[in-house]
């Protein structure tokens, strides 16, 4: 047997198309164009990469797109003052500040200081706290992401055993929070290094999402037959190129359907911080969701 592959590159482009006429009606019915602003410090190849792409997808979309390009040396304050301004801009209706910062400066009070009604990033507390009182504002672009090719892909997830390996709170814990809000209503496992047997663990998904950041950690006899695997590792692998968490080949032989990296999680992260801004234009504006 050999896995349906969840082409989440082509899934990207069919919604992104979708975001880019809701973005028309919206500036043709109210005269609004969705605003979106990236802040870049330093000159970290792989994050002016992430930025750049950010960049070019609402530009697509027809949104308004601002890149802020710091030095390597600002100061925290700097950065902060950069966020105030932008908080108080009319223009953008979303903030991202790239991450990783430079090692001198701290994310946290940077991701607080961001205006919850412009937190396309889902990294404010606050907005972490609506989420995990089942009252979520933004959902955090990468899981956000997991559930659209979930959905795409026809995978049912009420009621069924969903194991996460990775805890980190940019994917393993918001997802593991979403997949059990009412109306997904998954079994939710969150497995990370510490867990016990954690091949044991992860053969018992019906649903398996890595998510840990290590190259080929789930190999085929992590996998239970029929398993829908999805794959949100980015790695670098010893010859440049791109692999993620999954031992692809051999667990495609198991697999009920499974993610590729690249193209698998990767297009919707960004596909979503689109959809994310377009809400966030929306609901500033007191206009309800489509």
């Known amino acids: 047997m050999t896995a349906r592959v969840l082409d989440g590159k082509a899934l990207a482009t069919e919604v992104r198309a979708r975001i880019a006429a809701d973005v028309a009606a919206l500036t043709d019915e109210h005269g609004v164009v969705p605003g979106l602003a990236a802040v870049l410090v330093g000159e970290d190849p792989a994050s002016q990469v992430y930025v750049g792409m950010k960049h070019r997808a609402s530009e697509a979309a ?4 601002r890149q802020i390009v710091l030095p390597d040396d600002t100061a925290q304050e700097g950065l902060e003052r950069v966020v105030r301004d932008l908080n108080e801009d009319e223009e953008i209706d979303g903030i991202l500040v790239q991450l990783p910062l430079p090692d001198h ?3 946290r009070p940077v991701q607080e200081l961001i205006t919850p009604d412009k937190d396309v990033d ?3 507390p606050y907005t972490a706290g609506r989420l995990a009182v089942g009252d979520p504002t933004f959902l955090s672009c ?4 997991v559930l659209e090719i979930l959905d795409h892909a026809g995978v049912e997830v009420a009621g069924a055993n969903v194991v996460i390996v990775g805890r ?9 929070v979403m997949l059990t809000l009412k109306g997904r209503d998954a079994t939710v496992t969150l497995a990370h290094s510490r867990t016990r047997d954690l091949a044991a663990v992860c053969r018992q998904a019906d649903v398996l999402i890595a998510a840990v950041g290590v190259a080929g950690l789930v190999t085929a006899d992590m996998v239970s037959p029929g398993t ?7 790695n670098r692998g010893d010859d440049g190129k791109l692999v993620g968490d999954v031992a692809y080949d051999e667990v495609a032989e198991v697999a009920d ?7 698998g999680v990767g297009p919707m992260t960004v596909t979503m911080l689109l959809q994310n801004t377009l809400e966030a234009a929306r609901a500033r504006r007191g206009l309800p969701r489509r």
């Open 257 to 263: 359907a499974i993610t590729p990296v690249p193209g």
């Open 122 to 124: 889902a990294l404010n």
């Open 62 to 65: 027809g949104m308004v797109s």
């Open 105 to 107: 400066l701290d994310p």
């Open 142 to 145: 990468t899981p956000y992401g």
């Open 228 to 234: 829908v695997v999805i794959d949100v590792g980015t």
């Open 168 to 176: 980190s709170n940019l994917v393993g814990r918001p997802l593991s």
